[in-house]
């Protein structure tokens, strides 16, 4: 049960670290300071997936899981947990240029609350 919890609480830690790869900039706007810990994490999440690379929080989290007593996983984090909530089988391409005007312009609205805000503090 432990080595379960840890998996499961790794898990966790490993998908906060992919979203604040992603979307830290928006801690950046509130905080300059998360740009030291933002960088190096977005350097880290592009230096992954360009090499091909696996992830260590993969490799403890699936080996946490085998010590629980459950099959781990031959794919890395992205493949197994995030992939089948971005691409589900009833996606179509219609679905498709939908969600991809809800991501443009939700990351247009982002930075341009980001810029605007830091002319504001000028």
Same mark, same amino acid.
């Given at each position: 049960?432990? $080595?379960?919890?840890?998996?499961?609480?790794?898990?966790?830690?490993?998908?906060?670290?992919?979203?604040?790869?992603?979307?830290? #900039?928006?801690?950046?706007?509130?905080?300059?300071?998360?740009?030291?810990?933002?960088? =190096?994490?977005?350097?880290?999440?592009?230096?992954?997936?360009?090499?091909?690379? /696996?992830? =260590?929080?993969?490799?403890?989290?699936?080996?946490?899981?085998?010590?629980? #007593?459950?099959? /781990? $996983?031959?794919?890395?984090?992205?493949?197994?947990?995030?992939?089948?909530?971005?691409? =589900?089988?009833?996606?179509?391409? =219609? *679905?498709? $240029? *939908?969600?991809?005007? *809800? *991501?443009?312009?939700?990351?247009?609205?982002? $930075?341009?609350?980001?810029?605007?805000?830091?002319?504001?503090?000028?």
């Amino acid at each position: 049960m432990p $080595y379960r919890l840890a998996a499961d609480a790794l898990l966790v830690l490993h998908l906060g670290f992919v979203l604040f790869g992603l979307l830290g #900039g928006l801690l950046v706007a509130w905080r300059r300071g998360f740009l030291l810990l933002q960088l =190096p994490t977005a350097a880290w999440a592009i230096f992954v997936e360009l090499t091909g690379r /696996g992830c =260590p929080l993969t490799a403890w989290e699936q080996q946490l899981r085998l010590r629980a #007593g459950e099959a /781990g $996983y031959s794919e890395g984090f992205v493949e197994h947990y995030l992939l089948p909530l971005l691409y =589900p089988d009833w996606l179509t391409l =219609p *679905v498709q $240029y *939908v969600l991809a005007a *809800v *991501v443009l312009l939700c990351n247009l609205a982002i $930075y341009a609350w980001v810029i605007w805000r830091w002319r504001q503090h000028r």
